[in-house]
């Protein structure tokens, strides 16, 4: 069994920063991608960034220059470091990752549950 257990959400004032975690824990192989996204009420779940093993991350433009994505490969474990943070950034924060469980013979995502971030003064 696999799971995802984001850490390192709660509040933060407008401007402050805030880094999340996200550990893949259980039977792995490798992973393959590991991603964010985000959810505010009402709205539909939003991609943020994501980061091949061994690549470069990859960004969503309203996050650009002010959120940082790396990994851990030893750790299996996924970091957001989050600066300059708006009111609008306000979420239930996910992380996924594109995995393969020991023993496995394909990849297959799995999420984590979030963990909420509030900007708010």
């Known amino acids: 069994q696999v799971q995802l257990v984001e850490s390192g959400g709660g509040l933060v004032q407008p401007g402050g920063p805030l880094r999340l975690s996200c550990a893949a824990l259980?039977?792995?192989?490798?992973?393959?991608?590991m991603g964010w996204y985000r959810q505010a009420p009402g709205l539909q779940r939003e991609w943020i960034g994501d980061i091949k093993r061994g690549g470069s991350p990859n960004y969503a433009d309203s996050v650009k220059g002010r959120f940082t994505i790396s990994r851990d490969d030893a750790k299996n474990t996924i970091y957001l470091q989050m600066n300059a943070l708006k009111p609008e950034d306000t979420a239930v924060y996910y992380c996924?990752?594109?995995?393969?469980?020991?023993?496995?013979?394909?990849?297959?995502?799995?999420w984590g549950r979030g963990t909420q971030v509030t900007v708010s003064s």
């Open positions: 996924n990752a594109d995995l393969l469980l020991s023993g496995g013979a394909v990849y297959s995502y799995y």
């Open positions: 259980g039977s792995i192989r490798s992973i393959s991608v």
